[in-house]
């Protein structure tokens, strides 16, 4: 069984449908440990050596945050900055998360037509979170797949809500259980509720 850790980070989550949705299924899930970042580091108080022997103790890695201004919330990046040190992470030494995997479920507030290149993003979604993929690679730690929610925002989707939530409770279980097929994600750039790669039933 994989040991998954959780971090969630969101600075307005009681405003967001998407993401409430998303950690009340994570949390029917046993097994795993949820870390709210904003709850727990309330003034950005990051305890490094905690937050390093929570990375050391699991294999896989979740960050669950919207996307804000094509980056991540402000505690994620300085978690990041501060967390992944050089000797730990990365550099001479840093073997501390080598073979472990880091995976995105990350919502977004624009459609999905948007993140293309005739969209007004211009660039698929995946583009604009290359900064966490080559942070997974830096620290020779697998990328998986991004879980994505697209248009987030719009306040008329609760059943595409649901399911996302939904398709993330069971992406999760299947992670823990050892069952999730990361080879066969990698043929999307992201993944959502309805394509996911499922194992076979017999």
């Not at 949820?34 to 929570?54: C, F, G, S, T």
């Not at 900055?81 to 990350?106: I, P, R, S, Y």
């Not at 900064?131 to 925002?153: D, H, I, S």
Request: negative net charge.
């Amino acid at each position: 069984m994989a040991k998954i850790l959780l971090l969630y980070a969101h600075p307005g989550q009681r405003f967001s449908l998407a993401n409430q949705a998303m950690m009340a299924q994570a949390r029917t899930i046993e097994n795993i440990t949820i870390v709210d970042l904003y709850a727990e580091y309330p003034r950005h108080k990051i305890d490094v050596e905690k937050e390093q022997a929570r990375l050391i103790e699991h294999d896989v890695i979740v960050f669950q945050f919207p996307v804000y201004w094509y980056s991540t919330p402000s505690l994620l990046k300085e978690w990041q900055d501060l967390v992944l040190q050089h000797g730990f992470a990365f550099g001479e030494h840093g073997n501390a998360l080598k073979g472990k995997t880091l995976m995105l479920a990350v919502t977004a507030g624009g459609p999905e037509d948007a993140y293309s290149q005739e969209g007004y993003q211009h660039h698929p979604l995946r583009s604009f979170l290359l900064p966490l993929e080559q942070t997974a690679a830096l620290c020779k730690m697998r990328f998986a797949t991004p879980y994505a929610l697209y248009g987030a925002l719009a306040g008329d989707q609760p059943e595409e809500i649901a399911a996302h939530a939904q398709g993330y409770k069971e992406l999760l279980s299947l992670i823990r259980d050892d069952a999730y097929d990361f080879d066969a994600a990698e043929t999307q750039d992201v993944i959502m509720s309805a394509t996911l790669p499922l194992p076979a039933k017999g």
